[in-house]
């Protein structure tokens, strides 16, 4: 393999264990979150369910083995009510934001129209999810403005 293919496939790699990380994150927003935003968190596990089965065949189309799933997470906090998971979706969504920006900047062509997409998606759920949005989603945490991601 090249070195930009190298690249690739580990920005692929890193969004990949990113949206394992957000289905298991989900399933723990989606037992604390209230009625009213149950839906939501339903529509967010769904689509990142979808990319992570997205991110998987596009490693084994580089002929490589896609990295698997922890048997859990560590929450960044803990998550006890319905307001606590609405700021976990959130820090969900802003981390896989990060982990899209740096895929966009490592792959070309059909790939990063769709890592772009991903990435304008977990911003636009972030911002519903914290009633607000910063000017770079996923690029904060590299300003030293939010909490280092894991």
Same mark, same amino acid.
């Given at each position: 393999?090249?070195?930009?293919?190298?690249?690739?496939?580990?920005?692929?790699? %890193? $969004?990949? @264990?990113?949206?394992? /990380? +957000?289905?298991?994150?989900?399933? *723990?927003? =989606?037992?604390?979150?209230?009625?009213? #935003?149950?839906?939501?968190?339903?529509?967010?596990?769904?689509?990142?369910?979808?990319?992570?089965?997205?991110?998987?065949?596009?490693?084994?189309?580089?002929?490589?083995?896609?990295?698997?799933?922890?048997?859990?997470?560590?929450?960044?906090?803990?998550?006890?009510? %319905? $307001?606590? @998971?609405?700021?976990? /979706? +959130?820090?969900?969504?802003?981390? *896989?934001? =990060?982990?899209?920006?740096?895929?966009? #900047?490592?792959?070309?062509?059909?790939?990063?129209?769709?890592?772009?997409?991903?990435?304008?998606?977990?911003?636009?759920?972030?911002?519903?999810?914290?009633?607000?949005?910063?000017?770079?989603?996923?690029?904060?945490?590299?300003?030293?403005?939010?909490?280092p991601t894991a």
């Open positions: 393999m090249s070195e930009a293919e190298d690249r690739e496939l580990d920005a692929l790699q %890193a $969004a990949l @264990a990113a949206e394992h /990380a +957000a289905v298991y994150g989900y399933g *723990v927003v =989606g037992g604390r979150v209230g009625e009213e #935003r149950r839906t939501e968190a339903r529509a967010a596990y769904d689509a990142h369910r979808a990319r992570r089965d997205a991110l998987t065949r596009d490693v084994r189309d580089l002929g490589a083995r896609p990295v698997a799933s922890a048997a859990g997470y560590a929450l960044p906090f803990e998550v006890p009510d %319905a $307001a606590s @998971a609405v700021r976990l /979706a +959130a820090e969900l969504e802003e981390r *896989v934001a =990060g982990v899209y920006s740096d895929l966009v #900047r490592a792959v070309g062509g059909d790939r990063r129209t769709a890592a772009a997409g991903a990435l304008r998606e977990a911003a636009v759920r972030a911002a519903r999810w914290r009633g607000g949005s910063v000017a770079f989603p996923g690029l904060a945490e590299r300003a030293g403005s939010a909490t």
